[in-house]
């Protein structure tokens, strides 16, 4: 009770002291540290705030702090300022909002841009009234995100907010579509083959679901291994994705084999009147193979045949004046050469045959004429065989 | 077929000639070596006749049959 006395009487003297000496300070510091309780009007409640905590000394960061003046102890003084500040009401404080600063964009300016991609921006603030010169922008939080589609070529993005304004600039490349795959779809591929894909455009952010993906300009080459069995290969640009279905064949490790020819490896008592008619010596292959093949003597010379592979076929062609020939012994004859199929499987050919002999002129027709000389002061023994054409 | 005399002259040439010579337009030599039938063989070693035999035969006995007059192992 006396302490309460004692704090009317000090309210009293306050009172008298604010209207004589107070009366004019409007300084707005001052207003918001006597507003103790901070709800916008200097009045009993502040000064029962003060007196409730007189003596004491609260912190400085205290709230609400009846240290008014902020000399460290709630005394009179602070009482007086309250009273001197009476019926006063405190001005809002002035809140400072600084303009939002564009921090970064994704993707970055000057890079290219498809046409349906997403623009952020990123400020150090929400930004407001945010307004763009094409495409949406739509204000999420501290980001700005533009969505296109966006025009093809050249692209200047403006875009603004209130206290800002920012040109970014991009390429829009222009949308990829697919035009063709080789080898087209549901075919038979081999583990190692490739697989091209052109486009009308060069793509970009190529994946694929098996293989390796190569881009080269508007084709996308797509190489195995593959597995053997059904494959199922999508593969996805930045404009699109498409699955296409092969059956991937198990390996070819078998080299191509000689089935059958004019000739085989071995061969003996060959007539080359038969082979001269024809003008020719094929070889047959199991499979279809390239390569080259040639016809030789037993010594490695080449006779001069023209040697081709087509197909599953070796051939030989005869040049004119190359003509396979016996004569009183046996001619061996020897094609050789080499061939590989799609896989890369190769044979090494090598066929020997050897020509009949020739009888022609054997044995030596004598005349009554050539008898003595042939006959009779022949070196060696000597038959003659006399005969007559029935 | 092989003419067996053609076949006996090439594997032979070695070791003996062969000659032939037709009786109906080579007269004067088929009188001489009186060849009264064909065909007729003559062997000669040093220009001298050696032996001789008629007939067709299979080509081991032709051989077989110069072989022995010529006294020569067959080298075959």
């Not at chain 1, 001197?84 to 809140?95: A, C, E, L, R």
């Not at chain 1, 970009?204 to 508007?218: H, Y």
């Not at chain 2, 005399?5 to 004067?28: G, M, P």
């Amino acid at each position: 009770m006396k302490r309460l006395i004692c704090l009317l009487l000090i309210l009293s003297l306050a009172l008298l002291v604010s209207t004589v000496s107070y009366a004019e300070d409007t300084d707005t510091d001052i207003l918001r540290a006597a507003d103790v309780n901070t709800d916008g009007v200097i009045n009993i409640l502040d000064l029962t705030l003060v007196a409730s905590h007189f003596g004491e000394t609260p912190a400085k960061d205290q709230s609400p702090n009846p240290d008014v003046n902020r000399d460290g102890i709630v005394n009179i003084l602070d009482l007086t300022l309250v009273a001197s500040h009476f019926g006063k009401t405190v001005p809002p404080p002035i809140v400072f909002v600084s303009t939002p600063l564009f921090l970064s964009v994704n993707p970055e300016s000057t890079s290219q841009l498809d046409m349906n991609d997403t623009i952020t921006l990123t400020f150090d603030n929400i930004p407001e009234d945010v307004k763009v010169n094409t495409g949406v922008a739509i204000v999420e939080g501290k980001t700005v995100k533009i969505t296109g589609p966006f025009t093809q070529g050249p692209l200047a993005l403006t875009i603004t907010w209130t206290g800002g304004t920012q040109t970014l600039n991009y390429t829009v490349r222009p949308s990829v579509a697919f035009v063709s795959v080789d080898p087209r779809a549901d075919t038979e591929l081999t583990v190692n083959d490739t697989i091209i894909f052109t486009f009308d455009n060069t793509p970009d952010e190529v994946t694929v679901s098996t293989g390796v993906a190569t881009v080269e300009g508007k084709t996308v080459k797509i190489t195995g291994p593959f597995t053997p069995g059904p494959l199922n290969l999508t593969i996805t640009w930045n404009d699109g994705s498409l699955t296409f279905t092969y059956t991937v064949a198990k390996p070819d490790i078998d080299a191509p084999d000689i089935t059958s020819g004019t000739v085989s490896d071995g061969d003996k008592d060959v007539d080359p009147k038969a082979i001269n008619s024809d003008a020719r010596i094929e070889i047959e292959f199991s499979e279809e193979v390239s390569g080259n093949i040639a016809l030789q003597t037993a010594a490695g010379v080449d006779i001069g045949w023209l040697g081709s592979v087509e197909g599953n076929k070796g051939i030989l062609e005869l040049v004119k004046g190359k003509e396979l020939g016996n004569e009183t012994t046996y001619v061996t004859y020897v094609i050789v050469g080499k061939v590989a199929d799609a896989a890369g499987n190769e044979t090494d050919i090598r066929i020997t045959f050897t020509t009949d002999i020739t009888y022609d002129g054997i044995p030596i027709e004598v005349s009554d004429k050539t008898f003595d000389t042939v006959v009779l002061k022949s070196d060696v023994p000597i038959v003659v065989e006399f005969y007559t054409d029935w | 077929m092989r003419p067996v005399v053609a076949e006996v002259a090439l594997e032979y040439r070695e070791t003996f000639s062969f000659v032939k010579l037709d009786v109906n337009t080579q007269r004067e030599k088929t009188l001489e070596y009186r060849i009264r039938g064909t065909p007729t063989y003559i062997v000669f070693k040093d220009g001298e006749i050696v032996g001789g035999f008629v007939g067709a035969m299979p080509k081991a006995e032709l051989v077989q049959r110069i072989l022995g007059i010529l006294e020569i192992e067959d080298p075959e």
